[in-house]
């Protein structure tokens, strides 16, 4: 492998925006130059751009149009002046979900039952079980490529990590990703010594100390377009960020701005992000809050010193989430100064729910590379060298309104913010209360570029058809179901389950072990799935279960 420094100096190639590059501890600031008339006008296409934004570990009520008190002005703007998705759906983690964004079907099929190469001998050389975007699928980005898009990717990809299994390969012209996908700032890696690889276009890279993730995969992305801007294409651009992902680091500066704002504790946050998202409408007025974490310490049980290393845990938290929305609209601003904003849908969502493990604990090969690497000091926490989670107890409160969080089939791991905007999106403002999940994204990228899946052959090869429908219709009318009242979606990784039809819901909770069975819930009723039905209701528990053995058939799962 070559390393190659990539600092911010390496910046744009674009002439908009003129880069002002700092250290990794200041805010790199933009100026816009201006733009020609005809530059800012509108481009004569029918077609929309399309932009994907995923942010990586966001809670429900991490976001100021969900309730958060975090500033996110930009994103709270975007949401506002679009339609909420209030019933939206992921996987129960990173790798599994993007599997299923940019191919449509389950991830069992496309490639990604597991996250990593499995040692399960019923799985080892399992279609489905190989932990990358295999090619029984046809990937979004190709699709569109064909449909005459320029595909831009910047982020985290975590569907392979070669070349040939990599973002290029499946259709992005132009990329640059993270191949571990938790970096931040600095070069270290997340999970095992050395520096941190990432991927510019075919290429192996390192990067420096003043690298900053949200920074530069935005700066990369607007760059991208900028290349290509005076072509006649329109363009699909995702952005995958790796914030608010753990480890927990961002800018001094960006973490400066909120010391002092948890002082009070995590119980403290939740109950009011829980009051405010009741006044919001996201809770029901009779809403119960959900209980503490089981086994966890209360506020008042920690010492001081646990107290300021807690509270500067979720400021930093703060800071990634609050930069993110600050990059963002840093990306909208330039949209709307080259005349492309009115004319690119926009699609935000978060992976998954919040992560509520503390790997850098309980992960032996992780906590003996933060022993060797990391100074976590408290004067430290937060800058490239230091690593942290925030745990279950701020996990609980960046959820708020659901149960338990990533890596689970509750609600609190699956049920995540998003929103679309921009073309084709109906009533400015409007929340959407149908089902949708993130296979729906594909066909509907289709469906807005007037392309259509191959279905049985493509390229020369078979690929399975999609799973998802398109919700272009509800964005349009919000009274529209995506999804007929039959069917039914599933969720499975690491014996961790869940099948929903309607309002009804089955879990199993894999973390419960050889006490572990299913449990029942009516989300209509109870969406905090509080109130396990099994035992009072048979019937549907064994009409249930008879849908999770077809999902379990339909889409290859093995034990």
């Known amino acids: 492998m070559r390393g190659i420094f990539i600092s911010c100096a390496m910046g744009l190639a674009f002439a908009i925006p003129t880069l002002s590059c700092q250290k990794a501890s200041d805010q790199a600031t933009v100026s816009y130059a201006p733009v020609s008339t005809q530059a800012a006008k509108p481009a004569a296409q029918k077609r929309p751009n399309i932009l994907l ?30 339609m909420l998705l209030t019933n939206f759906y992921a996987n129960m983690t990173c790798s599994p979900t993007r599997a299923m964004l940019m191919s449509g079907t389950d991830s069992h099929l ?17 279609p ?81 100390d003043d690298f900053y993730t949200t920074r530069f995969y935005t700066e990369r992305m607007i760059d991208y377009i900028e290349e290509d801007r005076r072509g006649n294409k329109p363009f699909f651009a995702y952005l995958a960020y790796t914030a608010p992902h753990w480890p927990l680091q961002a800018p001094q500066a960006s973490i400066d701005k909120f010391r002092g704002w948890y002082d009070d504790g995590y119980e403290a946050l939740y109950k009011r992000r829980f009051a405010r998202m009741k006044e919001l409408g996201f809770i029901a007025s009779d809403a119960e809050e959900l209980p503490p974490v089981e086994g966890q310490p209360a506020w008042e ?104 969080a990533k890596g689970t089939g509750f609600e609190g791991g699956i049920h995540v913010p998003a929103f679309a905007a921009g073309p084709g999106v109906g009533a400015e403002g409007a929340r959407n209360d149908q089902f949708v999940t993130v296979m729906d994204i594909l066909p509907t990228f289709l469906d807005l570029a007037g392309a259509e899946h191959p279905g049985g052959v493509y390229r020369g090869r078979s690929v399975l058809p999609v799973k998802g429908q398109s919700f272009v219709e509800t964005l349009e009318d919000p009274k529209k179901s995506v999804h007929g009242r039959d069917s ?24 419960k072990g050889d006490d572990a069975s299913w449990e029942l819930y009516d989300l209509a009723a109870d969406p905090q799935e509080q109130n396990n039905l099994s035992a009072e209701d048979p019937e549907r528990l064994k009409a249930m279960i008879s849908l999770w053995e077809t999902y379990h058939k339909e889409n290859g799962l093995r034990p």
């Open 488 to 511: 039914f979606v599933g969720w499975e990784l690491y014996g961790h389950r869940a099948i929903r039809q309607g309002d009804w819901k089955l879990v199993w909770d894999a973390d």
């Open 301 to 404: 049980e920690l010492t001081d010193e646990e107290k300021r290393v807690e509270a500067r845990k979720f400021e930093i938290y703060a800071a990634m989430v609050s930069d993110l929305d600050a990059y963002i609209g840093r990306l909208i601003d330039y949209l709307k100064a080259i005349g492309e904003y009115d004319n690119t849908f926009i699609f935000f969502m978060s992976d998954n729910g919040p992560e509520a493990m503390r790997r850098d604990i309980e992960n032996k090969a992780i906590a003996d590379w933060v022993a060797t690497c990391c100074d976590n000091s408290y004067e430290n926490l937060g800058k490239p060298d230091s690593y942290i989670m925030y745990g279950p107890n701020w996990a609980r409160a960046s959820s708020v309104a659901f149960y338990r």
């Open 110 to 126: 496309a490639g990604l039952g597991v996250m990593n190469p499995p040692d399960n001998p019923a799985q080892k050389g399992q």
């Open 53 to 82: 934004i995923v942010a990586d570990d966001l809670g429900y009520a991490d976001l100021g149009v969900f309730g958060s008190e975090i500033p996110t002005p930009n994103i709270d703007a975007l949401a506002k002046s679009g």
């Open 128 to 208: 489905g079980y190989e932990a990358y975007l295999n090619f029984r699928v046809a990937s979004m980005a190709n699709l569109l490529k064909d449909a005459g898009y320029n595909t831009y990717m910047t982020g985290k990809w975590h569907l392979g990590e070669t070349v040939e299994t990599g973002p290029r390969a499946r259709g992005f012209e132009k990329s640059f990703i993270s191949i571990d996908g938790a970096a931040h700032l600095g070069g270290l890696s997340w999970d095992g010594p050395g520096l941190a690889p990432y991927r510019d276009g075919d290429e192996l890279v390192t990067v420096g």
